[in-house]
C-alpha cells in the first residue's frame, strides 16, 4: 500500500519543510497549511524512513508516514493514555509534591515509563509512599496543576464531530480520569482506584491495576462493545505501559513519548500538539 508522508512542526517555515521533504523524493508536495506539508509519491523503505525521522527530528519537525488514503473515516475509536499525553503533568508525582516526596516519586515513575520497572509493582511503591496525605490534596492538584495538553481540545472536538467514540485509559487514578470525563464529554474512562482511610490516603490501590496488559484489554473490551476490530482504534500513549495497547491499533501515537515508544509508534508527535493527529489524518 502506498504511503503519504506528513511533516509539521508548531515553529517550522516551509523552507525547512521542504528541505526534509525533498529527501523523501516526493512525486507530489503539497502545502497543509503554513507549518505542515503532505508528500505523495514516495518509494519507502525503512532506511528512507530513518533518514528522514532523524532530519525531521533535528529540525523540530514531525515526520509521520501512513498509508496513503488512511482518514479519521477508518477509525471508530480514539483510546488516550492521561498522565504526560492527554495532561501535561503525571499526577501521582505532583500529589507526591504534596508530601514533600515529588523527586523520589518522579525518579520511579521515570523508570516505569522507560520501560525499566514492572509498573504494578512501581505504582504500589509510589502509592506507598502517599499514605497519611489528606485526600484533599488530590483536589488541589486538579484544580492548581493539571492542564490539557498543547491541541488535546481541538483534536477531542474534531474526532467526536467526527462521530468516534472516546476512551481515557490510564494506570493513574480515577479521581482525575473521571472528572475529565465528564469535562472534556468523552465516552470512556477506566483508571486505578485510590484507597483512603477517612481523609487521607492509605497508601494502598483497591482491587486491581491497571498495568499495560489492562490498558490493553480495556481497548479490546470498548471496540467490542462499539461492535469494531481493534484496527479501527487509535491509541495515543507516551509510556512503556502503553506499548501493548498501541501494539493492538489500526493507528498508534507516540505523544511527547520515550524513546522506547517512539520507535514502536506509527506516528510520533515530539513537537507538534495532540491536533497534529488531525494533520496527519486530513
Known amino acids: 500500500m502506498s504511503k ?38 514516495i518509494d519507502f523503505t525503512p532506511e528512507l524512513k530513518r533518514q528522514v525521522d532523524d532530519a525531521a527530528f ?21 483510546a488516550m493514555d492521561m498522565d504526560s499525553t492527554l495532561i501535561t503533568i503525571e499526577c501521582i508525582d505532583e500529589i507526591a509534591d504534596m508530601q514533600g516526596l515529588k523527586p523520589q516519586v518522579s525518579a520511579i515513575t521515570e523508570a516505569a515509563m522507560r520501560g525499566e520497572l514492572d509498573f504494578s509493582e512501581s505504582l504500589k511503591r509510589r502509592v506507598a509512599l502517599l499514605a497519611g496525605l489528606p485526600t484533599e490534596a ?23 464531530a467526527a462521530g468516534l467514540k472516546t476512551l481515557l485509559v490510564s494506570g493513574g487514578f480515577t479521581f482525575f480520569t473521571e ?15 485510590l484507597e483512603a482511610d477517612g481523609d487521607v490516603l492509605s497508601g494502598r490501590v483497591a482491587g486491581g491495576i491497571v498495568d499495560a496488559a489492562e490498558k490493553m484489554r480495556t481497548v479490546q473490551r470498548v471496540c467490542a462493545e462499539l461492535g469494531i476490530d481493534t484496527r479501527r482504534a487509535i491509541v495515543m500513549g507516551d509510556g512503556a ?3 501493548q495497547m498501541m501494539g493492538i491499533a489500526g493507528l498508534s501515537v507516540a505523544f511527547r513519548a520515550k524513546p522506547v515508544v517512539r520507535a514502536q509508534a506509527d506516528v510520533a508527535l515530539n513537537f507538534s500538539g495532540l491536533d497534529g493527529l488531525l494533520t496527519v489524518l486530513g
Open 241 to 243: 505501559n502503553d506499548l
Open 58 to 78: 533535528a529540525a523540530g519537525i514531525d515526520a509521520s508516514f501512513v498509508d496513503a488514503h488512511l482518514t479519521l473515516a477508518d477509525f471508530g475509536l480514539v
Open 4 to 41: 503519504k508522508l506528513i511533516l509539521q512542526g508548531p515553529g517550522a517555515d516551509q523552507a525547512v519543510l521542504a528541505r526534509v521533504a525533498a529527501l523523501a523524493a516526493p512525486a507530489r508536495i503539497t502545502d497543509l497549511h503554513a507549518h505542515a506539508l503532505r508528500c505523495d509519491g
Open 138 to 160: 488530590l483536589g488541589r492538584v486538579y484544580d492548581e496543576r493539571l492542564r490539557i495538553s498543547a491541541g488535546g481540545e481541538a483534536m477531542l472536538h474534531a474526532v467526536q
Open 179 to 193: 472528572r475529565l470525563k465528564a469535562r472534556l464529554g468523552l465516552d470512556y474512562a477506566h483508571a486505578n482506584v
